[in-house]
């Protein structure tokens, strides 16, 4: 953690030639808080004054490994240049293709499929964490304004106009989980003080659009509310990493950011608010630097590169027309209701395993594409069997691991819990624990 | 290209000018109103939901370009400041008020 935070607090300011850093009203700089658009567009301005080339919409669909395992390039498509295939070897790959939300309305995280998820483990990387996806934020109903600092203050009520009881801190979101079982929930926002609301556009200019343009004013009228899964964003779980590095078991490849397990950091809570994007800055410098060093000593493979894609590209059985909008719903109607990924059992979890297992099967046998959807909706299946398999193994509750059938926390599973396998789901303890068997662990599915 | 874009939403059509070609791939994030100097883009709120709106309401609602305006973008830079560093204030102030709230059940305040 302290590497974490050490990297973060240097590199910040290095960024200062493409983002304002704001001062306080006492005129000091602050570096703590950066927006995300301004953050994003300084990152990229950074990397160009570097003189890096970067292919915008060109996802990579695969990963490419020399003859001895390790990684050497990668492969996509240039999706604004009539899908055009590219292909680059490298010394090594950083794979920083963030996390999923299993396609929930959080705000900027349609493009997150975890494909990062799915290419790791093809090459023989192990997954860690990915039961700890339960975070949920809140958002005006039908937005995707999972912007909560304004619910600091909020006021809720049922559809009868009660008022709920629901304080802010660290339980309120199970407590409105459980109201939006029971019906709808509305909101309003009028204890928050004044000088904030005079400047909520300039701290957070998208939160009052979402009002603005539906003419609700958050503070006199009520609004309905909803709650949107983080999944692996907000949640923690990713590829397993041997160090802050990024560090993985295969040569050549490293992880950054939500597309690696945070868990080193974060533990079993989310790291919302700070160290995810602590984590996102501090592992990327880390890994880059690591990768850079391994690639100086690598020669130029004189054998040809291996694709290691597989899902979505090379149906088990026969070729059929596979109806891909199907089962990506199919995911989200497991990872996304309150009963079954939020307030867990042991019933519910083997119900999802059992429909995650024949969407799999549909897409594993029979889609033979290798298009980007084909691919991202392969790396949603595996990223949620994983994490269904791992929180049907985790019998306790711990974090933001929640099982209805084991309220409490159980200190034989004080370990982290890997995943992995395509065909075969299988879930293992790592490393030993307090009192806890290690090795294999009872697979799920 | 549209390099604001996340989603794959916009084409560039004749002249350079961009076409909605996908707008079912929109994921609402906002981020093309950022980038558009010309505040010729509007993002309807709704994520779940289809609504229409056409050109004449859009203009009329005096909406466009809010969103750039009030990030301080382009021409506005001097005039609406990035305060994004208050929002641990923010949090800090929710906090305290909550926890006031648990030390003075409502029975109790305003007694001695
Ligand atoms: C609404 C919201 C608010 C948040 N607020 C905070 C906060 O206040 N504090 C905090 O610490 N954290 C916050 N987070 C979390 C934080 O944003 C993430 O942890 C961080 O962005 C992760 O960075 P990343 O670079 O690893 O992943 P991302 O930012 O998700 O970047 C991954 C990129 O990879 C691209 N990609 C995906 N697949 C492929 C592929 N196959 N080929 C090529 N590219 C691909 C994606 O399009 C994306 O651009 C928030 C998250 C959300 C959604
Ligand atoms: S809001 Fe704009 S930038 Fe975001 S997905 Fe839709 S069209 Fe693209």
């Not at chain 1, 088990?316 to 309150?338: I, K, N, W, Y």
Request: neutral net charge; hydrophobic residues 40%; charged residues 25%.
């Amino acid at each position: 953690m302290y590497r974490i935070l050490d990297q973060t607090w240097r590199t910040l300011p290095t960024l200062a030639r493409h983002y304002k850093f704001g001062a306080d009203d006492e005129g000091r700089v602050n570096y703590r808080a950066v927006r995300g658009p301004e953050y994003m567009r300084a990152l990229r301005q950074q990397v160009l004054s570097h003189g890096v080339t970067i292919l915008d919409h060109s996802p990579v669909l695969e990963l490419l490994a020399r003859s001895d395992g390790s990684i050497g390039g990668a492969r996509g498509q240039r999706r604004q240049d009539g899908g055009r295939a590219y292909r680059i070897e490298a010394g090594a790959v950083v794979l920083a293709a963030g996390g999923t939300s299993f396609l929930s309305h959080l705000l900027g995280s349609w493009t997150n499929t975890g494909n990062g998820y799915l290419m790791a483990p093809e090459a023989g990387a192990e997954m860690s964490g990915v039961e700890f996806t339960a975070a949920y934020t809140i958002a005006p109903a039908h937005s995707t304004m999972t912007r909560s600092m304004a619910y600091a203050f909020a006021t809720y009520y049922d559809a009868d106009g009660h008022e709920l009881d629901l304080p802010f801190g660290p339980d309120q979101t199970i407590g409105l989980a459980r109201a939006l079982q029971r019906g709808p929930v509305y909101c309003s926002l009028h204890l928050l003080p004044d000088d904030i609301k005079a400047r909520l556009h300039t701290i957070s200019p998208n939160v009052p659009l979402v009002f603005d343009r539906w003419g609700i004013d958050p503070y006199r009228d009520r609004f309905e509310v909803t709650l949107h899964n983080d999944g692996t964003i907000r949640g923690i779980g990713g590829v397993r990493v041997h160090d802050v590095d990024g560090t993985t078991s295969v040569p050549g490849l490293f992880v950054a950011g939500d597309n690696a397990s945070r868990e080193k950091v974060a533990g079993a809570i989310s790291g919302g608010g700070n160290v995810n994007s602590a984590w996102a800055l501090s592992s990327g410098v880390f890994a880059g630097r690591t990768a850079a060093c391994l690639s100086r000593g690598v020669k130029r493979s004189k054998s040809r590169l291996r694709p290691l894609g597989r899902v979505g590209r090379e149906p088990r059985s026969g070729a059929q027309t596979v109806d891909l909008a199907a089962l990506r719903d199919g995911v989200r109607a497991e990872m996304h209701p309150f009963d079954k990924n939020l307030f867990r059992t042991r019933q519910g979890l083997a119900a999802s395993i059992r429909v995650l297992e024949g969407l799999w099967a549909e897409l594993a046998d029979h889609a033979d594409t290798g298009t980007i959807a084909s691919r991202e909706t392969a790396a949603l299946l595996a990223t949620a069997r994983w994490s269904v398999a791992t929180a049907a193994t985790r019998n306790e509750s711990r974090g933001l691991h929640r099982r209805e059938d084991f309220p409490s926390q159980d200190s034989g599973f004080a370990t982290r819990l890997l995943s992995g396998g395509l065909d075969k789901v299988w879930v293992a303890a790592d490393g030993p624990s307090a009192n806890a068997e290690t090795g294999q662990l009872e697979a799920a599915s | 290209m549209h390099r604001g874009l996340s989603a794959n939403v916009l084409d560039s059509g004749q002249d350079g000018l961009p076409i909605l070609a996908r707008v079912e791939d929109c994921q609402t994030c906002f981020v093309c109103e950022l980038y558009c100097q010309a505040d010729a883009i509007y993002v309807a709120p709704d994520c779940d939901r289809h609504v229409a709106v056409t050109a004449e309401e859009v203009v009329a609602s005096g909406r466009l370009g809010q969103y750039r305006k009030h990030s301080g973008w382009d021409e506005w830079s001097d005039r609406y400041p990035n305060e994004q560093w208050l929002m641990e204030t923010v949090f800090r102030r929710a906090g305290e008020a909550a926890a006031q709230v648990r030390a003075e059940p409502p029975g109790i305040i305003g007694r001695k």
